[in-house]
């Protein structure tokens, strides 16, 4: 009968050598993948890895290089839920809090490895959850993270593929639809062919490692047997490991397998160790990314506050303000967050949501929910308007007036009045608030008189989402100003009335306001748009390319909280809660100003029903003051409830 072969865990007996004990220690083996338990993966990490592997992973400067790739390559926002997935002693996750990020979790095999890992973040004041487990079976709820990061070759540890796919499952699982997954790992073509079979290497003064290695049968894993002397205690490890070798190949067609999306390999990176001996495993890695497109899973009902019912955009018909007129990826993701925000509040038992976006049958659900008593509010998030037509925004709160359905944001009056910018100067201008200089071109308008100086912007009077207003709006000559007029006229149709106006060399800014004055309300962070990267000679508007072209320059625009004098600031927010009273705006609105060159501030949109999307104006401007995106809409909710109350 075949003898079973045994690791050092194996082996009760213990040499004594001067009185002290020794762990036993095998000799030359001919074998080594027969040594390799099958969860090997259980024992190893303890102090001495961090020891053997000290020069890769408690380096600091190695690990703040690879952070720097990461959250690029995972396009990592400071505010996504993270699950840093094999996260050894916490690197990775305790460099991404120091950097801002507030919501970060660990999760490893290895009880030493998260007791370091907690002691760190206790010792730091860095607010990381740490928790220890198998990554087959992972303790989280279904669609809780942004992100999963698997990094410092923490994948491929399990003896079969099936293990491996396991891993990939659970992540499909607990992360959120559009959630991105990032994997480090050995770069297995390049190992099978530059593996070193035999090393060795100080670690510190006291201590030495010697490693062998060996590609197993079938050649799909690369075995190693490491052994750690201490040169006054002697031999203290001789273990035996084995790690999967993934290919570029192999692991997009796992992923794939794994249900992932949009895979894609960003090269490799290696490691530039203080030791520069043996990298082993770290010598060359890969970097993966993949996302996840899945429905959000649906939440367990609870006893709800509220029934409310959202109406939102069709995404089966054309909507002629996208650049290909119809709903694309960006769109289903931005509806995705959304989706992802309010199931928060479904969890938290506070509401039950159900969506409508089929406007075909619009009417007849709305009947349909009001008679069988389904329905307490309409969450109004039908910004394209009825059938994606934005001159008919306002049909839909039209519609559930005549139903008697209480309903979020502004009536019918207010957006027609918003809708026609002419109209807002106008009316701003008879109440003392300044805008800039003007004159509006009637369709029939072949000639007309400039009372003011170069440079202009041309608009479309009527409109939102920036549409028609591009780099070429902004004119320094009339041939540039009668250019402007005609590109208009030829995109939007000659019966369309235009407005031309000063255009303000000052800071672009925002200001938003969720509730109702006089009586409860929240003037958000005004915010202005940051021109700093947009190259010379562009001119600094933040139009319909920074909101839908990703390859135009102006994509790269973003926000940031402006920095006004205080007289100004007050004078802004003064200005605003009038103009929210008089226009009759309703639970949440933004408002766009700008400064001229000598810092004065005037009018130049009110946005009823402005953007709800994760990432727009109103969402930023919420964050900088505290707010979550969940918060945010919730704040909305309450804001439309208490109205309604009245």
């Known amino acids: 009968m075949e003898k079973k072969p045994i690791a050092v865990e194996d082996k009760p007996p213990q040499v004594k050598k001067n009185g002290k004990e020794q762990k036993g220690v095998l000799g030359p083996v001919q074998d080594l993948e027969q040594y390799v338990r099958p969860d090997w993966w259980r024992g190893i990490f303890n102090s001495t890895y961090l020891k053997t592997d000290a020069d890769v992973v408690d380096d600091s400067n190695i690990t703040r290089q690879e952070i720097d790739l990461f959250t690029k390559v995972a396009k990592l926002l400071t505010e996504h839920r993270i699950l840093d997935l094999c996260c050894g002693q916490g690197r990775h996750s305790l460099e991404l809090a120091r950097r801002g990020f507030r919501s970060i979790e660990g999760f490893d095999r290895s009880h030493y490895l998260i007791q370091k890992a907690k002691e760190s973040a206790k010792k730091e004041g860095l607010a990381v959850k740490f928790k220890e487990g198998d990554a087959r079976k992972l303790p989280y709820s279904p669609d809780t993270f942004d992100a999963v990061l698997i990094l410092g070759n923490s994948f491929g540890y399990f003896e079969t593929v099936q293990d491996d796919l396991r891993v990939l499952q659970e992540v499909f699982r607990v992360l959120k639809p559009w959630g991105n997954l990032l994997i480090e790992i050995s770069d297995g073509d390049y190992l099978r062919g530059n593996f070193q079979p035999r090393s060795w290497e100080w670690i510190d003064k006291k201590h030495f490692v010697c490693r062998e290695r060996s590609l197993s049968l079938d050649k799909q894993r690369l075995t190693t047997r490491e052994v750690v002397t201490n040169i006054e205690k002697g031999v203290i490890t001789d273990q035996f490991y084995a790690e999967r070798l993934y290919t570029n190949e192999s692991i997009q067609e796992l992923l794939k397998t794994g249900r992932f999306s949009d895979t894609v390999i960003h090269g490799t990176i290696s490691s530039e160790s203080k030791r520069n001996q043996d990298l082993g495993m770290m010598e060359k890695r890969i970097i993966v990314t993949a996302n996840i497109r899945k429905e959000w899973t649906v939440v367990k009902k609870r006893v709800a506050k509220g029934n409310i019912a959202v109406i939102m955009g069709d995404p089966q018909k054309p909507d002629t303000l996208k650049p290909l007129c119809v709903f694309d990826d960006d769109d289903f993701y931005t509806i995705d967050q959304l989706k992802g925000a309010l199931r928060e509040l479904e969890q938290q038992g506070n509401y039950q949501f159900v969506y409508l976006n089929n406007h075909n049958a619009l009417i007849q659900d709305l009947v349909r929910l009001k008679e069988r008593q389904k329905v307490d509010l309409i969450l109004n998030l039908c910004d394209e308007g009825y059938f994606n037509d934005p001159r008919r925004e306002l049909h839909i709160p039209a519609l559930l007036e005549a139903l008697e359905i209480p309903y979020t944001g502004a009536a019918p009056q207010c957006l027609a009045y918003c809708y026609d910018k002419s109209l807002v100067r106008g009316i701003a201008r008879e109440m003392g608030i300044p805008a800039p200089e003007a004159f509006f071109v009637k369709p029939e308008d072949t000639i007309f008189e400039l009372d003011f100086s170069f440079p202009v912007i041309v608009k479309p009077n009527f409109g939102d989402s920036s549409f028609g207003i591009t780099q070429r709006s902004v004119s320094y000559s009339i041939e540039e100003l009668m250019n402007a007029i005609s590109e208009i006229r030829e995109k939007f149709g000659y019966d369309k009335p235009i407005l031309v106006e000063e255009f303000l060399g000052g800071k672009d800014l925002s200001v938003g306001i969720i509730g109702n004055p006089p009586e409860s309300y929240t003037v958000l962070p005004i915010i202005e748009e940051d021109y700093s990267l947009l190259p010379e000679g562009l001119p600094r508007i933040c139009g319909y390319e920074a909101k839908w072209l990703p390859d135009s320059p102006y994509w790269e625009i973003g926000s ?66 505290g707010l979550t995106y969940t918060k945010m809409l919730e704040f909305i909710l309450r804001a439309a409830e208490k109205r309604t109350r009245r």
Do not use: Q
Not at 578 to 604: A, H, I, Q, S
């Open 560 to 625: 940031i909280p402006a920095e006004l004098p205080e007289e100004a600031e007050k004078f802004i927010v003064e200005c605003c809660l009038k103009l929210f009273e008089r226009l009759e705006c309703r639970d949440y609105v933004r408002f766009d100003w700008r400064m001229d060159t000598e810092g004065n501030p005037k009018l130049l949109e009110v946005n009823p029903n402005p953007g709800w999307c994760w990432d727009g104006h109103l969402a930023k401007m919420a964050r900088i003051s």
